[in-house]
């Protein structure tokens, strides 16, 4: 997965703290930043472009954390990282998902973990 964007380094140390992925073989003046991913493919890769964003991204990532926290503190945790609510789409019922952008104001998805669309959390 490619992402174009103004400062790669910098994103992509943002993208690295909000996921978990190491930046690999990369240096922060590099026009390109590869994120791996542990499990293996797909990585994502930052990738200097000139001009900014201007309408919604066509493709982007979905988050659900799996070590332990809601959705919503997912949420907090990323909103407090730097992110900002695009959309909200949380239900009453606890179902549904936020709509988050970056530092750099590409959209991605917050979404339940694993154990709360099975019913399991505590």
């Not at 809601?70 to 949420?75: A, F, G, L, N, Y």
């Not at 992110?83 to 789409?89: G, L, R, V």
């Amino acid at each position: 997965m490619t992402i174009d964007c103004a400062r790669p380094y910098e994103l992509a140390e943002w993208w690295s703290t909000a996921i978990g992925w190491p930046i690999v073989d990369s240096a922060p003046e590099d026009d390109e930043i590869l994120l791996e991913s542990p499990q293996g493919p797909p990585h994502v890769l930052f990738i200097k472009v000139p001009e900014g964003k201007t309408v919604k991204n066509r493709t982007h990532l979905d988050v659900a954390n799996n070590d332990g926290r809601t959705r919503d503190e997912e949420v907090e945790r990323l909103l407090k990282l730097g992110a900002t609510i695009h959309e909200d789409h949380r239900r009453p019922d606890g179902t549904g998902w936020v709509t988050l952008l970056d530092p750099e104001g590409n959209e991605f998805c917050v979404c339940r973990s694993e154990a709360e669309r099975s019913g399991s959390f505590i």
